[in-house]
């Protein structure tokens, strides 16, 4: 049986509120993080993504309460992100009410922590945030695609694809592809991207960045992804997540909430 394409909803959390931009900058206020995902659980998102965006940038941890009451409120998987630098703070995520917990910049500084978290809970709780991007001039990689870190504010060199090999390796249960080049501009996932690391991850890959119509999120798939992920076009009712999930099974994919799943 082949398993149902998932529509996530990102809430991405800066000082208590949900915001979104264009490459990450220029934010502006997207709403409460705890009401949007009340909505988002009600209009039929398969999980949710909390991400803390500016928690790496500013030395801090993720807002745990926040993730609390964000549990209490939605009944469908919750994964957190944001300054998990440690086992410790996993820990405390899955504890506040997570199901699983994105590691990111913390991992790349210290490969070994994606090892340490994996014995120690199991690589289904893992997802590896990548933010990659194409290399600008002065960098080059082997694939032409760059990792970076703090919310996109750091060039780190690294190829992404090998990071992706090595992070999965390391025991990473999933990725989340974030195109920096395409975040918030609206006009498609990168496609070339997605592609390139669906050939060498053998875990499922999230597509996300880009999305600004419903049939992007098709065209995400169509290049391997197996979730599909998006922020701003959900928050401004840009893009339902009913028109999502509708084209994906007029495309022949599986959803759930469609019969025939």
């Known amino acids: ?80 992100g944001g300054g998990v630098r440690s086992v410790e703070d996993v820990n405390t995520l899955l504890a506040a009410g997570a199901d699983k917990v994105g590691v990111n910049t913390a991992a790349l500084a210290n490969p070994d922590l994606i090892d340490q978290v994996a014995r120690k809970f199991g690589n289904q709780v893992l997802v590896l945030s990548v933010d990659a991007r194409r290399c600008p001039p002065g960098v080059q990689t082997p694939s032409g695609f760059e990792v970076t870190t703090h919310g996109g504010r750091r060039s780190t060199g690294i190829d992404a694809l090998e990071w992706v090999q090595q992070a999965q390796d390391r025991g990473v249960g999933e990725v989340l592809l974030n195109s920096m080049d395409a975040d918030g501009v609206q006009n498609g996932f990168d496609t070339e991207m997605i592609s390139r690391v669906c050939e060498v991850a053998q875990v499922p890959v999230i597509a996300s960045g880009g999305a600004g119509k419903a049939s992007h999120f098709v065209d995400a798939v169509a290049a391997g992804a197996q979730a599909v992920l998006a922020a701003s076009v959900f928050h401004f009712k840009t893009v339902s997540v009913a028109q999502v999930k509708t084209a994906l099974a007029q495309a022949g994919y599986p959803v759930r909430g469609f019969s025939g799943e």
């Open 1 to 80: 049986m082949t398993l149902a394409v998932r529509v996530i909803a990102c809430l991405d959390v800066a000082d208590g509120r949900v915001v979104k931009g264009v490459n990450f900058t220029n934010l502006r206020d997207a709403g409460d993080p705890v009401e949007l995902a009340r909505v988002y659980d009600t209009e039929g998102v398969d999980e949710l993504t909390f991400l803390d965006i500016s928690a790496s940038h500013e030395g801090r941890g993720t807002t745990l309460e926040m993730v609390s009451r964000t549990a209490e409120n939605v009944f469908i998987p919750l994964t957190v």
